[in-house]
């Protein structure tokens, strides 16, 4: 099974309502990603958690609020956010070599298709 | 810093005809290298990897890519393209590093292919 489940599948919220993004992977895998992604530019990094804490922020602004409440869930809380910040949302996984230390390919869920109005 | 280059923003092929999607990068150390496929309002779908080994690597759907190391590229191939290979590809670039530098997953900006009937 090399699944990633995101929900909601699509999500229009207003600039003050709070809503959250939800993402699930049962691969074991210990580092699960938030991405962002504009219509037909490569996903851009967000956030990465490893073994459930938060490895990397790349400078995301603070409306944007990730949570790993176990190894196999990633929430994204939003709130406050812009119209600029409408976007595909795409959660992902990666499996670590414990031999090597390294991350391979990660596996990317369906997305959340956000839409601020 | 790593960074992968995708010259095309477009690749028109013939059914039936092969198609070359073209990739190079620049990293430090031994490259980790990925393609993935997205299908319109879908996420990323992994199609092969070169870790080390062979330079020719097989992947999902008849897809192969071919690394060479002398000229820092890693082109993906397909013998014979079908309608439903449309879809924008990314290639993708790990640093063989440990520790965080490992979850640094650089895309290329992406190459549209259209497969024509």
């Known amino acids: 099974d090399t699944e990633v489940t995101q929900t909601p599948k699509h999500l229009v919220m207003g600039m003050t309502n709070k809503k959250s993004l939800k993402c699930e992977q049962h691969m074991g895998h210990r580092a699960m990603y938030w991405y962002k992604q504009k219509a037909k530019k490569p996903p851009e990094l967000m956030f990465v958690?490893?073994?459930?804490?938060?490895?990397i922020n790349e400078s995301v602004p603070s409306r944007f609020s990730p949570e790993c409440p176990n190894s196999s869930l990633l929430n994204l809380h939003l709130h406050a956010l812009q119209p600029e910040d409408s976007a595909l949302y795409l959660c992902?996984?990666?499996?670590?070599?414990?031999?090597?230390?390294?991350?391979?390919?990660?596996?990317f869920g369906q997305g959340t298709r956000l839409t601020v109005v | 810093a790593q960074s992968v280059a995708q010259p095309e923003d477009q690749v028109n092929v013939a059914e039936g005809n092969p198609l070359t999607v073209k990739c190079t990068y620049s990293v430090s150390g031994n490259p980790y290298l990925f393609w993935y496929v997205q299908y319109p309002n879908r996420g990323l779908q992994f199609l092969l990897k070169y870790i080390t080994g062979d330079n020719l690597v097989k992947g999902s759907y008849g897809f192969e890519a071919e690394f060479n190391k002398s000229q820092t590229s890693f082109h993906l191939k397909k013998p014979s393209a079908l309608v439903s290979d449309s879809a924008l590809y990314f290639c993708?670039?790990?640093?063989?590093?440990?520790?965080?530098?490992?979850?640094?997953?650089?895309f290329g900006k992406g190459t549209k292919l259209s497969v024509i009937p």
């Open positions: 993708a670039v790990r640093g063989s590093y440990s520790g965080a530098g490992s979850y640094q997953l650089t």
């Open positions: 958690y490893s073994y459930e804490k938060l490895s």
């Open positions: 992902a996984s990666s499996h670590r070599n414990p031999r090597t230390g390294q991350h391979t390919e990660a596996f």
